[in-house]
């Protein structure tokens, strides 16, 4: 794990949607010329962390820094200054379908440089290089795979030689082989170029093989955030020793090992019954003993003539 300066830092962040509470206090640091891996089942705050760090999102409670800046305290010109110190590899790519590859790439560099247009030639053919694509550089993105568009996504993040990459999902939609080029290129790219990078997923494959350190999350929770041989331990912790471990730890392991049963898949306690919840009424309502009581009147079967006046009204007829 690097000893570099912290460049991000997240302390006691509390983000809300209404009545839900998504990010629950997280705090976590990311230092210069590491990768962090944070991760976590669907739904457990992993891209709500991101959107707070690139600035999309701004905490209810606590705060988020970047080179020591305060993102919520930040005007959208102050903000823009400081993105331009990042760079970010979406989930899809995220590229321009009507620019060939180069261009989306160049984009970035006339939008927010005033060079000229031969070093800007220069300077994409760099990038495109870099994640090995400058033989792809006139191809539009329908003509070109999954995994080049991952990497064209990538040379268009590292336009602006940003201290900072951020990675969503950088595996997501790959085969086997693909997924590990793009796991090596992240690696590579870190310890070349020195920068933090932050990568957001659930591959444990992909995970386990660039982390320096992985952070938890669950329920907007951060449950562990420690270096990957410690996470490499908790995952392959002895079955028989599992009395030795705490709940979190327990499902921790599980979603590491990715296992059907333990603590992460067992259903939520709710008070009162699946009764109470499906009617709205409290269980003391229920009348007669039953755990479900009709709200409407519906004929015996034993009175005369039902089945014959049942099948009248659905057009049939009684044999």
């Known amino acids: ?42 739904g457990c705050g992993k891209s709500t962390t ?28 102050q903000l823009n200054e400081v993105r331009k110190q990042f760079g970010i590899l979406f989930q899809s790519g995220a590229l321009f379908n009507s620019m060939s590859v180069a261009d989306n790439v160049a984009l970035i560099l006339e939008e927010h440089t005033s060079l000229d247009g031969s070093i800007i030639d ?28 991952k990497r ?28 590990a080029a793009i796991d090596r290129l992240m690696i ?20 386990f093989t660039i982390a320096d350190r992985m952070v938890m999350l669950h329920h907007g929770r951060v449950l562990m955030n420690d270096t990957r041989e410690a996470f490499e331990r908790l995952r392959d912790w002895p079955e028989d020793q599992m009395d030795e471990l705490d709940e979190s730890q327990r ?10 049963e333990g603590p992460m898949t067992e259903p939520d306690s709710v008070e009162g019954d699946y009764a109470a919840d499906l009617l709205g009424v409290d269980h003391s309502k229920l009348t007669g003993g039953r755990s479900i009581q009709t709200t409407r009147m519906v004929p015996h079967m034993d009175r005369p003539g039902f089945i014959r006046r049942l099948f009248s009204r659905l057009g ?3 044999s």
Do not use: C, W
């Open 1 to 42: 794990m690097s000893s570099g300066e912290v460049v991000i830092e997240l302390r006691d962040v509390v983000k809300r949607f209404g009545n839900q509470t998504v990010l629950d206090g997280v705090t976590m640091e990311v230092h210069q010329g590491e990768i962090v891996v944070v991760m976590g089942g669907s």
């Open 50 to 77: 991101l959107r707070h760090m690139i600035g999309a999102l701004h905490p209810d409670e606590g705060s988020v820094r970047i080179f020591d800046r305060d993102l919520a305290t930040l005007d959208e010109a």
């Open 122 to 149: 220069m300077m994409v053919k760099i990038k495109l290089e870099l994640v090995g694509l400058r033989e792809a550089s006139d191809k539009f993105p329908s003509q070109i795979s999954g995994g080049m568009k």
């Open 152 to 179: 064209a996504g990538l040379a268009r993040a590292l336009a602006l030689d940003p201290k900072i990459l951020f990675y969503d999902e950088p595996s997501a939609g790959l085969d086997p082989v693909t997924s």
């Open 188 to 207: 590579d790219l870190t310890r070349k170029l020195g920068v933090a990078s932050v990568v957001v997923t659930h591959e444990m494959d992909s995970a």
């Open 251 to 260: 499902l921790i392991r599980q979603f590491l090992r990715g296992d059907a």
């Open 316 to 318: 049939g007829r009684a």
